[in-house]
């Protein structure tokens, strides 16, 4: 899967980095073009497999030395372990709450624009703008409209990726956000040993506000060796400096790797396969 910055990234092009913007679904030309790339990423995101770091933090979770994992991605690698499962929509039940927390959304799902309610994405209907079938098929029954025309022209809604968009603002009244919030009030106020950052640049001001949240709040409180590590092929921005004990300027996937030869296991792949056969 391409990374979002960097080189090969999904942003060299205007175009698809565009795609990611709230704003481009104000215009009809834009939302072809908003749809059309969520599905070819859905497309790629299926026909990938997880990576080493991917499938360190599931080993992570299977040893039980894993709290949560807070994912930025969309493309679901993580969850293809099921011991990194997820909900969607996700609700706040304190005794049983998943691993991986989807703070971006995902491309797993499709949600209606109108009621709110939750379909699995089909990457071909977006691909080839099939609007049709992105017609919300609950609104259509409950609005007696056969087709996207008739169900819009009834306020019907489409099935829109279940992805948050830059400078969007979920509902007031959305419970995936509000339950989001809720269980990271719960990690925060939770004493944790360690919490490693991986993988993202934190450039936006809202996943940094999330990591001064996490890295700063109560988890740390009653631990005499607090650990906050960093590991990125650039250094974390300066406003988030301070927060780190550890900074380790290396390729997560390397580290991962290094990992496994530390505990004696090479075969990356078999480790794969056996963690996702866990769920069969």
């Given at each position: ?31 072809d ?23 360190m933090?599931?080993?992570?979770a ?14 679901c ?5 099921d ?16 691993l ?5 959304g ?8 109108a ?19 992105i ?11 056969s ?9 019907g ?43 993202t640049?934190a ?6 506000n999330?990591l ?15 650990r ?33 030869e ?7 792949d078999?480790?794969?396969w ?7």
């Amino acid at each position: 899967m391409p990374c979002f910055r960097g080189n090969g990234g999904v942003y060299k092009s205007s175009e698809a980095k565009n795609a990611f913007t709230f704003d481009t679904l104000r215009s009809r030309k834009g939302a072809d073009i908003y749809y059309k790339a969520m599905g070819e990423f859905a497309t790629k995101a299926r026909g990938a497999n997880p990576t080493p770091f991917h499938t360190m933090v599931a080993t992570m979770a299977v040893l039980k030395k894993l709290r949560r994992c807070y994912t930025l991605n969309i493309d679901c690698l993580e969850t293809r372990f099921d011991v990194l499962r997820t909900q969607t929509p996700l609700v706040f039940i304190p005794r049983d709450l998943p691993l991986t927390i989807q703070l971006h959304g995902s491309l797993e799902y499709a949600r209606c624009t109108a009621c709110g309610r939750f379909k699995e994405l089909i990457p071909e209907f977006y691909t080839g703008l099939n609007w049709d079938k992105i017609a919300c098929p609950s609104c259509c029954i409950r609005l007696g409209g056969s087709d996207i025309r008739e169900a819009k022209a009834n306020t019907g809604g489409a099935l829109r990726p279940n992805v948050i968009l830059y400078d969007e603002n979920p509902p007031v009244d959305d419970i995936c956000a509000e339950s989001r919030v809720k269980v990271l009030q719960k990690d925060i106020a939770a004493p944790v040993h360690t919490f490693v950052v991986a993988g993202t640049s934190a450039t936006l001001i809202s996943t940094q506000n999330v990591l001064k949240d996490l890295a700063g709040g109560k988890s740390y409180a009653s631990t005499p060796q607090r650990r906050v590590v960093w590991i990125g092929l650039s250094p974390p921005p300066q406003a988030l400096t301070p927060l780190f004990s550890h900074v380790l300027i290396e390729d997560c996937q390397l580290v991962a790797i290094a990992y496994f030869e530390a505990i004696g296991e090479a075969r990356i792949d078999k480790m794969q396969w056996d963690l996702q056969g866990m769920a069969r």
